[in-house]
């Protein structure tokens, strides 16, 4: 029972250089955010020496008469969170993160090469929504199943549900996903509905960078529409790194998908639950279900529309001019800037950002924008007065950017690396920069 510290001071050391670092920097990534110390308590608790594998009152292993009371409270909490009727609606909690709730919830839906469309990543869409590129099928959801992605229209940046009704048309999918991870507007999804309904397709909502949003109804309401809807929990939701699977039960064939998207979860995609993870997910959505979460969720939203306004005042070009959610995505290429160049000076700074693909980027590799999400600094109270000086700080070092590209290689750059760098250079080093 030694403290880490004592034990490891190898590991404490590196844990509290990386507090220092989320604490005295600007945390902008917008799929990152800054749990509660009671999630991180309940995530770090005695619970991860349990072993689980089944489900509550069905396990495989003896003494689960707590771990069977902590999963029946999570799934309880998961629906109130969402205010889902338990007679229309089920939850998985077990999923180990998003990925892999994903995968499970595929496995459940589609047969092996089945067909699924989702949004293209380099217009928004995730991973696991079944991308692949000319070289490779890279993800799970590409080598196991046959996917075509749909688009964002090249003009407005919208979904564009007009082309993807005419897609599906003809690809017949089996499932359709909906939800994005670069994608800083609203969906539609009535109008995915009509389309999977037309073509007898599954609709699956992936909400992992909006859930919490949703869950304070802040946005359109997916599960008013959808068969399955996955999310991460460490997002907007503000939990620890886990995922769920919500189920209809009412579908026109019964109960059916409480069963395969159980089975999908374990035993095809995963071993024994993290019980520890699934402690801290029911603390998170304890707080979610707080009226204190709805006022997070609109300041979220107010936060990532003041940063945009103020960003375009400053005359630069956001994807879909503005935003409905917690992120703006940049579109640096009228600069003639990188995503990653930014992103570099950016860390230098202490404001941490990510590089992000943007309409009509060739590779998403080298990506021409950057997204930014207003979440953690949110959970640290900042409001809009605030966010106009994040977003100054962030004109600055856009500036910075260009003067550095300009000087490249220049003694001024290497200054720049030399100081931003070092922990101690005395004012005089930094005021010569
Ligand atoms: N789905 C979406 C839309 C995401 O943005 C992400 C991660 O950023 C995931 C799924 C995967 O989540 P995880 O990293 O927990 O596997």
Partial sequence: YAPLAE????????IDKETWRQFSGLELIASENLTSRATMEAN????????????PAARYYGGNEYIDELEVLCRKRALEAFNLDPATWGVNVQPYSGSTANFAALTALC????????????????????????????????IYFQSLPYAIHPDTHLIDYTALAQQAKIFKPRLVICGASAYPRDWDYGALKKITEKEGAWLMADIAHTSGLVAAQELNDPFQYCDVVTTTTHKTLRGPRAGLIFFRRDTASGNELEKRVNDAVFPACQGGPHNNTIAAVATALLQVAQPSFRVYAKQVIANARTLASDLMEHGYKLQTGGTDNHLVLWDLRPLGLTGSKVEKVCDLLGITINKNAVSGDASAQTPGGIRLGTSALTS???????????????HRAVQLALLLQKEAGSKMLKDFVRVATTEVEGKEGAKKV
């Fill in 7 to 14: 034990i490891d001071p190898e590991v404490q050391n590196i």
């Fill in 111 to 142: 047969q092996p090469q089945d067909r699924l469309m989702g949004l293209g990543l380099p217009d928004g869409g995730h991973l696991t929504h079944g991308y692949y590129t000319a070289k490779k099928k890279m993800t799970a959801s590409s």
């Fill in 380 to 394: 640290r109270n900042m409001l809009e007065s605030d966010i106009k000086i994040v977003a100054d700080f962030l």
């Fill in 44 to 55: 770090g608790s005695i619970l991860t020496n349990k072993y689980s594998e089944g489900l």
